[in-house]
């Protein structure tokens, strides 16, 4: 129903009304400007903080991007609040026209909640999560599983095939699973197109470390860059930490290794060669498609740091390499990587020539459209 007389753009408040039908299961109502609403959903296999506190890093980027205040039916944690305007700083710093700062309402802020002592890293049986699971192995408690980010809620083969995974790796390991399953990005932050990653992947990152608050009082979401080739990115150190609250810690993973350092650290591990899973484009379901620039690129920082590896068996094909698709961040990559190439003294001459055609051919494409 539309009040008399409002135009159809005019802007009214994002509400967010939390529910919890049992321990495992939390949910927000959200209306958005324009009658939209959205039912989300998180579950988990452990139980979960019913506070409105973990829904707002999952609304604040969105409310934003729309430019209208947002407003909380729940309790949400008082340094919760406080950080999130540090957060907002750094997103409208980064993007002052698409991301301006807007208002938060909430009913009344929880005091300052004991952190548990669970410490928790994020766990995608990509490079970068078994990176950090092996080389902080000593302080993490959990390993975060999540359905719904990477591989969407629909898709059950390939999240059945990943869970399984997931569970083998962390039992090797010797860390128990969280599991949780979302429909927040799906159902939300998709339906307003606020981008994945440059924006919005850390935020949902903390809003499900902010669920697990009463397992855990850190949670690590493992880094995609080195400090030298930081930029504005949806998961960044500064704007993690920013998802902070009282009981639960965000910390970005480790700043100072490089992609091929990470490579070079976990063909090591057995349980990683068995379980490493890059791809996300998942092409005809295939866990690592070993076509793709993530597969590709992956497979030949195995094979320069001599590792195998079980789930990307296949010989690197350097015709493979000259047909990648290549956008300007990841020529970028390519280049990184003829550059470590060099410095590491690896020799592969027809490889290197495939990358710099693949370069030339991406610029080529880029011109004249594809
Ligand atoms: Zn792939």
């Not at 890093?57 to 406080?82: E, W």
């Amino acid at each position: 129903m539309k009040a008399l007389g409002m135009k159809d753009n005019a802007p009214t408040t994002m509400s967010v009304e939390t529910f919890s039908p049992d321990p495992h299961h939390i949910g927000a109502r959200i209306r958005g400007p324009k009658a939209r609403s959205f039912t989300i959903h998180t579950e988990s296999n452990h139980s979960l903080d019913t506070s409105a506190t973990p829904w707002l890093s999952a609304v604040l980027p969105v409310a934003m991007q729309v430019k209208t205040p947002v407003d909380f039916d729940g309790d949400v944690d008082s340094v919760a609040i406080d950080n999130s305007h540090r957060a907002q700083e750094i997103l409208s710093g980064w993007h002052p026209r698409h991301y301006p700062r807007t208002t938060i309402g909430f009913r009344e802020t929880l005091t300052s909640v004991s952190p548990a002592p669970g410490v928790g890293c994020f766990f995608s049986c990509g490079v970068d999560s078994f990176y950090t699971a092996i080389n902080q192995s000593d302080r993490i408690t959990h390993l975060v599983f999540v359905h719904g980010y990477d591989i969407k809620p629909d898709d059950h083969d390939l999240a059945a095939q990943a869970l399984a995974s997931a569970r083998a790796a962390a039992g090797e390991l010797g860390k128990p699973l969280i599991e949780v399953r979302t429909t927040l990005r799906a159902e939300f932050s998709d339906s307003y197109r606020v981008p994945w990653g440059h924006i919005y992947h850390g935020a949902a990152l903390a809003h499900v470390a902010q669920a697990l608050s009463p397992h855990l009082g850190t949670v690590i979401i493992p880094s995609s860059y080195p400090s030298g080739s930081l930029k504005p990115w949806g998961s960044h150190p500064d704007l993690d930490a920013a998802w902070s609250s009282s009981g639960v810690t965000v910390e970005h993973g480790e700043l100072d290794v490089t992609r091929f350092d990470k490579i070079t650290r976990i063909v090591e591990s057995p349980t990683a060669m068995t379980y490493l899973r890059v791809c996300w484009e998942n092409r005809d379901g295939r866990y690592n498609c070993e076509r793709c620039f993530k597969c590709l690129r992956t497979r030949m920082g195995i094979t320069f740091a001599g590792g195998e590896c079980a789930t990307l068996p296949s010989p690197l094909d350097p015709q493979a390499v000259k047909r990648v698709s290549l956008n300007s961040a990841r020529r970028q990559r390519f280049r990184e990587t003829i550059a470590e190439l060099d410095r590491r003294g690896v020799h592969d001459p027809e490889l290197v020539r495939a990358m710099k055609s693949a370069i030339r051919r991406s610029y080529v494409l880029q011109r004249f459209g594809r």
